[in-house]
């Protein structure tokens, strides 16, 4: 063992590691067809194209009567109902000089090209004439413009149209999108097989050994219990080996046997370049592992490599660090390997409403919107308290090297749009 | 059958509605334990007060040596290594004269008050005396400050917090917390059952008859496929009842066995003023039932009643104005059935790179961000068209009878906030 000194330079812009782990993020092969139903969160492995269109016809917006808008040239003409159209109906032409009784979402009768709202419209007692033939009498309260309550044939969907693109990941309006085009199946990505594990000898699963009696040095795993979460979010099929012990034998075997079944192999600790550190041994005895050190904070340490066939990256093991790794490169990363188009997060600008001192690398801070529209910061901005994480509904993205006073305008990025 | 006429003031405001529709929200009675594992999503029905301090002791947020800084007056100082303790260990004190290795998140052991990162220190070649005893010797390359590298006993969580709050609806990081004080199991709210079903003799579910054969006048149903998504997402039990023909005996029929075991009877479509509509004297004829006609566009006609024990809400047909009341209105009051204590959205303000004519009604447009930080417009706003759901990522909260200008600042809904 000699000495373990790094050269400070040896730091990697975040932009450029998310560049350079994206490369390897190749869509996995195999999709499959899922019901329209359960498709949330899938991302598409076809074009979702318009076999008709949306609305099929001309249709009525409104609860009202369909006219020939040139007959009702003044308020208060009188007209015979000459029909009633309620949704699902497939009228006939309007007569003549006549108004239809039609409802929202029904088809407009050809020759009418309007249609009153029923709130300017009242039924009246009938003339002779149009009693004998038995109809009702409508006054038409109000002159209607051409077009209008009237929704035209295709104006959501034309047919042939790509209403959805292959890479798009579905949320439940897209869904509605494909059920509105008659599509009761989609074909989506497969759902990537993660196996995920921590290290560190000093982890206690909760349930394990209550709080009165944790020895000391030993903490809980909180790393294993986000990281499940925020995998499943994401799609992934998960097998969770727990906790592996920090021997180097035992850290091999597992990553052999979970090489064998699974496109990602997901670690948290053991990844800093302390001799207690086996991952990178480990790895680089099955395959190969690519160690850097990111110019981001928190969230320094960070792994990715192979293990046979499967993708191996290996996360901090102090939880706000992990988590953010998470969200930032972990998150684009399994969803370009379902083949999703578009993973960066957006930021909007908003106002910082505290001093922070920054810092030489780029941070993440955990920041919470206030009720007066800026933004509060957590006042513990260590990497390892996870209450940062939990109090946060967002990260400001602090370039490096920036101070920040109250006022600033500063990016924020929503964990909601983080967590998805 | 008599005029339909309503008067125009009878528009109710959105936060009147919103406020009224959520004194009906008491929070369902009953509880569950869950797998902390399986808690994201959930809300919370306990405190969650800790029994231990977080971390447990003064550990090490580097890999390195402890120190006595009052030991280290000058760099390249040479020390025998007298201890070794990596996370997990339960070390003796630090003897004087010496460092301890020490590896992250390892304790800190008793007498040393700082950590020196590995980056700054080298092993040398033993003096004899050190040589002896068997000892390695490390030269500490950078003069120590009394605290430095050290995160403090309970400097995340302190023994007896709540850590999250009863009330509180759970994500990763909150399930990572738990995690961290030991907590296998959450006492959650129970998942709220919900019936669901649409109303419309037009509705055809998609695979049931293929685009080409669709009879004129027939639609798809889309409201079914998002709302079941929206619901899931939201932790509720669902049962789908499908397409209940436009009937009043069917309606009834539909309602009546829904009661017997849902929290909420949720439906589409059916609830405009036109005579087709069933809903309202299904439900009036079963409980009881308000109709509103709600000052925001999409989303006017809106419908909360009570049928046996439970409540009922009645959606528009209308897929974006179904969409927009769930998010808006019906997700708030999921969330408070399930004792959460915050379920308002978010909103930022961010420019518009679009003009709009505005409306009396406040509207929630449907508009995308776009790479210049400003939001886009989708060209068509009808309430029928979906497409405009699917493609945006968020909606503007414009209020009544306010015209945008292209660089105004408007008020800005994140979907992803919406949608979680």
Known sequence: MIAQRQPASGLRPLDDALADLLTHAQPLAGSQTVSTFDADGRVLAQDCVSALQVPPQDNSSMDGYAVRSVEIADEGVLMPVSQRIPAGADPGPLTPGSAARIFTGAPIPAGADAVVMQEDCELVAPGSATAAQG????????????????????????????????????????????????????QVARRPRVALFSTGDELVMPGAVPPEQMKPGTIYNSNRYFLRSLLQRLGCELTDLGVVPDRRDATVDALRGAALDHDLILTSGGVSVGEEDHIKPAVESLGRLDFWQIAMKPGKPFAYGKVGAAHFIGLPGNPVSSFVTFVLLVRPFVLKLQGATAYAPHGVTMTAHFDWSGDKRREFLRVRRNADGGLDLFPNQSSGVLTSASWADGLVDNPAGRAISRGDAVRFIALAELLQ
């Open 135 to 186: 109809l009702q009498t409508v006054r038409i309260g109000r002159v209607p413009q051409a077009g209008q309550w009237i929704r035209r044939a295709g104006e959501d969907v034309t047919r042939g149209a790509v209403v959805l693109a292959r890479g798009q990941r579905l949320g439940p309006a897209d869904i509605g999108l494909a059920a509105n085009i008659g599509l009761d199946r989609l």
